[in-house]
Structure formats: C-alpha cells, structure tokens
C-alpha cells in the first residue's frame, strides 16, 4: 500500500515526523506495529532514514586548500588598509599604512621625558600626494611637569620621527593631555 508521505498526517492520524523519530530510536510503539498505514509509510522512508544515517557518519574532509579558496572570494571585497604614499622620486613609489605610522609616532611621542603616548591617530590627507597628513595624539604627563612644554617637546619629537623615519611632513598635530601620572 503506497501512503502520501506529503501530508501531515497519515489516515490513521500518525504524523511522518513521529515515525521518522521511532525509525531513530527503533522502538515503534503498538499502534506502529499494527497499523497498516504506519508500516506502508515507515517501509517508505526506511531507505531514506539509512541513506542519510550513512552520510552523517561518513567523516568530514576539509580540503588543505579551503582558506585559500575562501581568501580567493572574499579578499578582494575586504577594502586594502588606509595608506600614505610617501614621497619619494618617480617612478618609484612607496606607501606605509596607517597603522605602521601612527605606532611609529607614538613611540616618539613616548619618548618624551615625563610623557606617556596613549592613542595616536593619524589623519592621512584628503588628497594629493603633497598634502600633509594630520596627527591627534593624546597623551599622559607625569606630574609637575608643565602640559605646555610637554605637548611643545612631543610635537617637536613626533614631526622629527615623522620626517626622519617615514619622510613625511605632518600637517596639524593636536595634542591632548588626558591624565596626570605620578613619577
Ligand atoms: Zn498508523
């Protein structure tokens, strides 16, 4: 006897899921076992149960080269790093990124006597490979040491590294002094 496993229920009022669930536990019940309507339909999705057992215990093989087929699609929707082009003579060119700036200054901005760099931003220019770009850097000064000549010393020392290390001319450099350390 052939049963609509498309409904969702069978004429005896049994619903598909629950057989499909005994086939897992192997245990039908009384009904089950006496219902004509039951067996039609449970010798209907046996093969399938077994098919798909199979396939859950087989092992999954991640393929050796699924990172770099996975970096294939989304790599070249990841938008590159900011970067500033240093100026160098053409044709030549080279740029740094942002970041790899902006730990460079902070370390000179760090090594201020009586300061302590905390964050540093940098600001690359909107456009043209001549502007220059911007720096925010805030700053912990230790106390009794004056902000104004504190903030004069890193200016001074960050556009020195800025020049010396990355070639760069800086724009603006705001500095802000957000705490006080003791000695
Ligand atoms: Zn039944």
């Known amino acids: 006897m052939a049963v609509n ?3 969702d229920r069978l004429p005896c009022g049994h619903r598909v899921d629950q057989l499909w669930a005994c086939l897992g536990s192997g245990a039908p019940d009384e ?4 219902c004509e309507y039951c067996q039609a339909a449970l010798a209907m999705i046996r093969p399938l149960r077994t098919a798909t057992s199979e396939l859950a215990a087989q092992p999954v093989r991640v393929p ?3 990172p770099r087929r996975v970096m294939a699609v989304i790599g070249p929707r990841i938008p590159p790093a900011p970067r500033i082009a240093v100026p160098v ?3 030549d060119r080279l740029a740094i990124s942002v970041r790899a700036a902006a730990m460079v200054l902070r370390a000179a901005g760090d090594s201020v006597e009586g300061v302590r760099a905390r964050s540093c931003r940098l600001t690359p220019a909107a456009v043209g490979p001549n502007a220059s770009a911007g720096l925010k850097l805030t700053i912990s000064v230790r106390y009794g040491l ?3 000549s504190a903030a004069r010393a890193v200016r001074r020392a960050v556009r020195a590294a800025a020049r010396a ?3 760069l001319t800086l724009g603006p450099i705001d500095i802000e002094v957000v705490d006080i350390h003791a000695a």
């Open 64 to 66: 050796a080269d699924l």
């Open 89 to 91: 003579a053409a044709p």
């Open 5 to 7: 496993l498309a409904g």
């Open 31 to 34: 009904h089950v076992r006496a």
């Open 146 to 148: 004056p902000a104004l």
């Open 165 to 167: 290390q990355l070639g």
